[in-house]
């Protein structure tokens, strides 16, 4: 590791090389996904300085220009003197949430909508979404898709946006049931049933050979494998026991909020929110999604 970055933070030389460090492009990766996710640049300032992950040999503390400055390099998509450390999409959601930050204008946020405002992502393409208030505009705030190629425009009051999805969240905290993810389909299992009959034939009927049974019950495990999500099941689990603690009221809850919502998607007369387990919950009819087949990271300044 250098005293002084000469070399950007990320990449070092070895042989006379340019290549990259495994540990601090670790650390890239994480800052872009935290920030995706709602964190301030001083909230992971402050998270490396405090675990003392070191930026250069002799220096530890982290500032917000830091990390905005590593946010914006360009140098870890990979060009002909660096390799790519950051996927673009990563990348892309990460500007696109620094420009959402950017454009909101804080001196009229309440506290409310200071905790909300940086994980509200566009319900049509999931980028995050930039808001401004105006007396000039009819419900006063507009909310803005940062996709340029979205670029969706949505009019909703800040008691509306909050109203909505207090709703929701209280239809959770109400049953949290609709924090599970869903069983497979009646038609999954009709078709592993047909699988399995279909085995057993071959093996009875001695024609099929050794090789041709071996795959066959491998396609049925991986199958049935692929429908095992011990995982997400324990996070469910994990979310359900941290809001059964939580207290709420008849106002906007912080707490819950944070604990349970990592984005709000936000759409013409439409408001849904998306669990910290990736369980999409609309705020008209209460219906649950499983997100993970979304294809958007779901991801959330001062």
């Given at each position: 590791?250098?005293?002084?970055?000469?070399?950007?933070?990320?990449?070092?030389?070895?042989?006379?090389?340019l290549?990259i460090?495994?540990?601090?492009a670790?650390?890239?990766?994480?800052?872009?996904?935290?920030?995706?996710?709602?964190a301030?640049?001083?909230?992971?300032a402050?998270?490396?300085?405090?675990?003392?992950?070191?930026?250069?040999?002799k220096?530890t503390?982290?500032g917000?220009?830091?990390?905005?400055r590593?946010?914006?390099?360009?140098?870890y998509?990979?060009?002909?003197?660096?390799?790519?450390?950051?996927?673009?999409?990563l990348f892309?959601?990460?500007?696109?949430?620094?420009?959402?930050?950017?454009?909101?204008?804080?001196g009229?946020?309440?506290?409310?909508?200071?905790?909300?405002?940086?994980?509200?992502?566009?319900?049509?393409?999931?980028?995050?979404?930039?808001r401004?208030?105006s007396?000039?505009?009819?419900?006063?705030?507009?909310?803005?898709c940062?996709?340029p190629?979205?670029?969706?425009?949505?009019?909703?009051?800040d008691?509306?946006?909050l109203s909505s999805?207090?709703?929701?969240?209280?239809?959770?905290?109400?049953n949290?049931?609709l924090?599970?993810?869903?069983a497979?389909?009646d038609?999954y299992?009709e078709e592993?049933?047909?699988?399995?009959?279909n085995?057993?034939?071959?093996v009875?009927?001695g024609s099929a050979?050794?090789?041709r049974?071996m795959?066959?019950?491998?396609?049925?495990?991986?199958e049935?494998?692929?429908?095992?999500?011990?995982?997400?099941?324990?996070?469910?689990?994990?979310l359900?026991r941290?809001?059964r603690r939580?207290?709420i009221w008849?106002t906007f809850s912080?707490?819950?909020?944070?604990?349970?919502?990592?984005?709000v998607?936000?759409?013409?007369?439409e408001?849904e929110?998306?669990?910290?387990?990736n369980?999409?919950?609309?705020?008209?009819d209460?219906?649950?999604?499983?997100?993970?087949k979304?294809?958007?990271?779901?991801?959330?300044?001062?």
């Amino acid at each position: 590791m250098k005293k002084n970055r000469y070399i950007p933070f990320g990449y070092t030389m070895r042989n006379g090389k340019l290549v990259i460090e495994p540990s601090e492009a670790d650390v890239i990766r994480n800052i872009y996904e935290d920030y995706v996710n709602g964190a301030t640049l001083r909230e992971i300032a402050e998270r490396l300085t405090s675990a003392g992950v070191p930026y250069s040999e002799k220096m530890t503390d982290w500032g917000k220009a830091r990390v905005a400055r590593i946010i914006e390099n360009t140098k870890y998509l990979g060009d002909s003197e660096y390799d790519k450390i950051v996927d673009d999409s990563l990348f892309s959601e990460a500007v696109a949430a620094k420009k959402a930050r950017q454009i909101s204008l804080p001196g009229d946020l309440g506290p409310e909508i200071a905790a909300v405002k940086n994980r509200v992502r566009c319900l049509a393409c999931g980028y995050p979404m930039s808001r401004r208030s105006s007396k000039r505009y009819k419900t006063a705030t507009v909310w803005t898709c940062t996709n340029p190629e979205c670029g969706k425009k949505v009019g909703i009051s800040d008691a509306d946006l909050l109203s909505s999805v207090m709703r929701i969240m209280a239809r959770i905290k109400k049953n949290d049931a609709l924090l599970d993810k869903k069983a497979p389909a009646d038609g999954y299992k009709e078709e592993m049933t047909e699988r399995i009959r279909n085995f057993n034939d071959e093996v009875a009927s001695g024609s099929a050979s050794e090789e041709r049974l071996m795959r066959l019950i491998g396609e049925i495990a991986c199958e049935e494998y692929e429908k095992i999500d011990s995982s997400s099941e324990h996070a469910s689990e994990e979310l359900k026991r941290k809001i059964r603690r939580i207290v709420i009221w008849d106002t906007f809850s912080p707490e819950l909020f944070d604990a349970l919502v990592q984005s709000v998607r936000l759409g013409e007369g439409e408001t849904e929110i998306i669990t910290k387990n990736n369980i999409k919950i609309g705020g008209k009819d209460g219906s649950q999604e499983d997100t993970e087949k979304d294809g958007h990271r779901d991801t959330a300044e001062e």
